[in-house]
């Protein structure tokens, strides 16, 4: 059932954080089931393009703003 779920999610691209918070499902979880799919060819999984795969700075600030504006 959560594979389904997933699987709907998953026409449009979504981090595993997203796909957990919208299935209120543990991103542990999420992340075996996901990569259950990926090894099946159900799903595909991109990596970030950014150098390294480190967050960009200004995003991560705006993040952190917003999070104390609340």
């Known amino acids: ?20 918070a919208r299935l209120h499902l543990p991103l542990g979880v999420i992340r075996i089931l996901v990569g259950d799919m990926a090894d099946e060819h159900l799903v595909m ?3 970030p393009a950014q150098a390294g795969d480190r967050p960009d700075r200004a995003l991560l600030e705006r993040v952190l703003d917003g999070l104390h504006s609340i």
Not at 1 to 18: G, N, Q, V, Y
């Open 45 to 47: 999984v991109h990596r």
């Open 1 to 20: 059932m959560e594979r389904r779920a997933i699987a709907a999610l998953c026409h449009e691209i979504l981090s595993i954080a997203e796909v957990s």
